[in-house]
């Protein structure tokens, strides 16, 4: 609250702020940034003002030293989350998923404040330059296969520097069950693994990999659509 009545020149105004929220926390749900981002969003329109999504996000990192685009409203962008910044906006939409979320409870909750940065060798920077052509063209092409591939291998880069148990094995199940891509965390422990909404059958497939993973001592399991107001095939 303190920074963003600075931000407002306000510096000897104050408040009490109450938030709500069922987001857990320390797991990668972004729990910690919806908390900040609806905190900044409150005092400013208490103060009868209105913030664009960059100034937003600059707040938010000023607060937590890093930061998720939440300020973005889900917008595709290639966000830097420590210095706050959009590198890349694309104009169309992500292509739709259906997404198998879970965590393994071996994998303890990750203090983000306390979080050292990923430090990542020349070989992973040039990684992350050719995975960042890909997602562009699958979210140009609406192509959610290929954006499966790029979140994949975003994931093994992870693993080297935030590792999730049994991840070699969820590699081996999303090309066992045809998912297109498993995502994870980067600051958390969550994993999902990712299915073309479009698919035939996706429903039946993503509840049976849910029970699958429920029955294997897989926690927080869920099934969930990207664009859930929009009708699913099955």
């Keep these: 609250m303190a920074l963003t009545f600075e931000h407002l020149g306000?510096?000897?105004?104050?408040?009490?702020?109450?938030?709500?929220s069922n987001i857990p926390a320390s797991h990668g749900y972004g729990s910690?940034?919806?908390d900040v981002v609806a905190a900044i969003r409150a005092v400013a329109a208490s103060a009868g003002a209105a913030f664009s999504r960059a100034t937003v996000s600059h707040i938010a990192i000023a607060a937590e030293g890093a930061s998720d685009p939440a300020a973005y409203d889900g917008r595709p962008v290639l966000f830097a989350q420590r210095e706050g910044m959009v590198i890349e906006h694309f104009t169309d939409e992500y292509p739709r998923f259906m997404v198998v979320g879970f965590r393994h409870p071996s994998d303890q909750p990750v203090d983000t404040l306390h979080l050292p940065p990923a430090r990542?060798?020349?070989?992973?920077?040039?990684?992350?330059?050719?995975?960042?052509?890909?997602?562009?063209?699958?979210i140009k092409q609406q192509n959610a296969r290929l954006l499966g591939?790029?979140?994949?291998?975003?994931?093994?880069?992870?693993?080297?520097?935030?590792?999730?148990s049994r991840f070699d094995d969820m590699l081996r199940l999303t090309a066992e069950v045809g998912g297109c891509g498993l995502q994870v965390a980067h600051s958390g422990t969550l994993m999902g693994i990712l299915f073309p909404v479009e698919e035939p059958g996706v429903t039946e497939r993503t509840n049976a990999v849910a029970d699958r993973l429920s029955h294997s001592g897989f926690e927080h399991v869920t099934v969930f659509a990207t664009y859930a107001d929009e009708a699913i095939s099955s």
Aim: hydrophobic fraction near 35%; charged fraction near 25%; include cysteine.
């Design 149 to 164: 591939r790029v979140a994949t291998a975003s994931s093994r880069i992870s693993q080297r520097h935030l590792s999730k």
């Design 32 to 34: 910690s940034t919806a």
């Design 10 to 20: 306000l510096v000897q105004y104050g408040g009490d702020l109450t938030i709500e």
């Design 120 to 138: 990542y060798d020349a070989r992973e920077l040039e990684q992350f330059r050719c995975l960042r052509g890909l997602a562009a063209q699958a």
